[in-house]
C-alpha cells in the first residue's frame, strides 16, 4: 500500500510560478513511475507529466510541455511539478499518482494508487 499526500496548491495570478510536492509513505517508492494529473471543474481527469522510475525520463502533454516540470527525489519519497507562466486554463485539482507496472506513461486506468489532490487556481 502507498499513500500519496500532495501540497503546494495555491491561488496565483497569471504568469506566476508554484511548486507543487507529492510525498509517498512506503519504501518502495523507486518501484513506480509517477505522475500529475489535473481535473478542472466539470472536466475529466487529465494527464499532465510523468517520470520514470529512476527519474531519467520525462513526458509531458502538450499542454503544458516547455512551462511545467516534473522530477523526483527517491531518497526523499517526493516528486515534484514546477509549473511557470501560469496560465488560468491551469486551475485545476491537481493530484500525483504511481504506476508500479508503468516505464513511463500513465494513465487514469494504469495508475495504482492516488493522492487526495491539491487545489491550484490561476486568476487572470
Known amino acids: 500500500q502507498v499513500q500519496l499526500v500532495e501540497s503546494g496548491g495555491g491561488l496565483v495570478q497569471a504568469g506566476a510560478s508554484l511548486k507543487l510536492s507529492c510525498v509517498a509513505s512506503?519504501?518502495?517508492?523507486?518501484?513506480?513511475?509517477m505522475g500529475w494529473f489535473r481535473q478542472a471543474p466539470g472536466k475529466e481527469r487529465e494527464f499532465v507529466a510523468s517520470?520514470?522510475?529512476?527519474?531519467?525520463?520525462?513526458y509531458y502533454s502538450d499542454s503544458v510541455k516547455g512551462r511545467f516540470t516534473i522530477s523526483r527525489d527517491n531518497a526523499k519519497n517526493t516528486v515534484y511539478l514546477q509549473m511557470n507562466s501560469l496560465k488560468p486554463g491551469d486551475t485545476a485539482v491537481y493530484y500525483c499518482?504511481?504506476?508500479?507496472?508503468?516505464?513511463?506513461?500513465?494513465?487514469?486506468?494504469?495508475?495504482?494508487?492516488w493522492g487526495q489532490g491539491t487545489q491550484v487556481t490561476v486568476s487572470s
Open positions: 499518482a504511481a504506476d508500479r507496472r508503468a516505464i513511463l506513461v500513465i494513465t487514469t486506468n494504469t495508475a495504482d494508487y
Open positions: 512506503g519504501r518502495t517508492f523507486s518501484s513506480y513511475a
Open positions: 517520470i520514470t522510475k529512476s527519474g531519467e525520463n520525462t
